[in-house]
């Protein structure tokens, strides 16, 4: 069984560009959740998708936004990046609202 | 804003010895879950407590609940060095863990040398 595919692992960017990070969950899987993860903050809850909805959004600025295919595939999109925004993206994927599967995360640095 | 503290941050021990890591917060959750995380990889899944006063064991782990629904500790015995790595609590809220996202401990280094 396939497990959580976050692409790609790692990324370089320029402060003010734009990226997107991409996460297909395991089969069947309906729930999709974005978390940052810094040595200063540790993980910290980005927003949860369920069917294509946001069903909610962490304390994160307007910058941050993502979206849910019928697929269940999720996207997240983080634009005019700060040097702040230096960290490992993880999702996780779940059948319900418990019991959550991790990807490896991707490893993004701004410059 | 729910917090939760972890508690050590960091704790290196011989091989053999037991320990324990701590997992408090002023708010109650409506369940508790235990992640290990390795360098470069996501978070695994180790176990969930639901009920207060709840304890699971994984073999040489220990996880309890509190009564309260608001700290949870894990027991390693006779700690490996296979048992290194980064120990995360966190913590569902009453919404669902989707729904409100998950509440994560900043976590327990653990260095268990040989």
């Known amino acids: 069984k396939a497990g959580v595919t976050q692409t790609p692992r790692y990324l370089i960017k320029t402060r003010g560009q734009q990226v997107t990070l991409s996460c297909s969950p395991i089969?069947?899987?309906?729930?999709v959740s974005w978390y940052q993860q810094t040595p200063g903050q540790g993980l910290q809850f980005l927003f949860e998708?369920?069917?294509?909805?946001?069903?909610n959004k962490g304390n994160f600025p307007g910058r941050f936004s993502g979206r849910q295919f019928s697929n269940s595939r999720s996207e997240m999109n983080v634009s005019t990046l700060e040097l702040g925004d230096s960290a490992l993206y993880l999702c996780?994927?779940?059948?319900?609202?418990?019991?959550?599967?991790f990807g490896s995360g991707t490893r993004l640095t701004v410059v | 804003t729910q917090l939760l503290e972890q508690s050590p941050q960091f704790l290196s021990i011989q091989e053999g010895e037991n320990l324990t890591v701590y997992c408090n917060s002023s708010?109650?959750?409506?369940?508790l879950q235990w992640y290990r995380q390795e360098p470069g990889e996501g978070p695994v899944l180790l176990v969930t407590?639901?009920?207060?006063?709840e304890v699971k064991k994984l073999k040489r782990l220990t996880f309890q609940f509190g009564d309260a629904r608001k700290d949870s500790s894990l027991h390693i015995t006779a700690a490996q060095p296979g048992d290194t790595g980064l120990y995360l609590c966190?913590?569902?809220?009453?919404?669902?863990?989707?729904?409100?996202?998950?509440?994560f401990g900043k976590g327990t280094h653990l260095i268990i040398q040989p």
């Open positions: 089969s069947g899987h309906r729930s």
């Open positions: 966190a913590g569902v809220g009453y919404s669902g863990g989707g729904a409100d996202g998950l509440t």
């Open positions: 998708y369920f069917s294509e909805t946001q069903r």
């Open positions: 996780a994927s779940s059948p319900t609202d418990y019991g959550y599967t």
């Open positions: 407590v639901v009920t207060g006063g």
């Open positions: 708010s109650v959750f409506s369940s």
